[in-house]
């Protein structure tokens, strides 16, 4: 069975690596920028990385936020049908038992339903852990790569993995309307620069402060369920697609914040750069990446009432050794 297991791991494995079209040489330009980094700020066994911004205080500050009770579900559903990294198989969901099974003839004087899903940890809205990327033979904090194992059993980040955060990556949320700043539409592959977000910021009338978890909108995701062919959904995510450029980095880092998400499949620009903002963002500054959520219905809110900050709860599933989570991020006004 684990044989079975090996070889599905190790065909998944490939395909991915053929997927990310990544350049080692781009990864390993972070190690020319020190200053670019958050390695020992928190000290030397830290794993938690910039979730260390979100002490209890922003996040008592982040809940004043709350004025009208409005919520937001930032999450696409979970299901077959959704936008994946090429490579990544999509969530299936399947019924061990049903009303089927007692309309059959199937007898029981206490009835249920129950449910099984199989899908990748970072198959729909979700976030990276720490231990997800890197350059180089370590990853966040110098924790050799080693840390990492393959065993089908005992496999996993024994450090770095995203139950380091099964509390956190709750606060201060703030929507980065990039989308509309540019007019409603971006062209596909456009790199987001700094000055894209500052310039929307100062259109919104928000600040960014220390602490906060920023979400990046460009319409890649709901531009997915637009579509309505198969095959132009599959072009559509082997496709350029609109992110963040390298040269954001050093702005999230003066501005410390905690974590950063997008509407799209990796945050970054595809085709990715040869500076690729993973390794900086997750190696380097310990900054967590969050990918394929849904903006829209947040957006559409902001531009009514001018308001772009707001609570946000956006903690992982408590799964020990994973180096990334599902999760269903909620936005409240």
Known sequence: MHDR???LARLLRAALACALLVSVAGFARGEDEPALRNWGRWGADDERGAANYLTPERIVAAARLIETGKTFSLAIPLDEKGPVYPGRL????TMVISGADYAAGFESDFKFADDYIYMPLQGSTQWDALSHAWYGETLYNGVPESAIRGAPVAGGATRLGIENVKDSLV?????IDVLAYKGGTLPSGYVITRADLEGALAKQGTEVHPGDIVLVRTGYVSGYYKLEDPAAKFEYLRGPQAGIGREVVPWIHEKQIAAMAADNLGLEAVPIAAESVHGAMLKDLGVYMGEIWWLDDLAADCAADGRYA??????????PGAVGSPLN?????
């Open 310 to 319: 707001f609570f946000l709860a956006a903690q992982p599933l408590h799964i």
């Open 5 to 7: 297991f090996d070889g």
């Open 90 to 93: 999509n969530p299936h969901r």
């Open 329 to 333: 991020p909620v936005a409240i006004k």
């Open 171 to 175: 606060g201060r949320g703030v929507l």
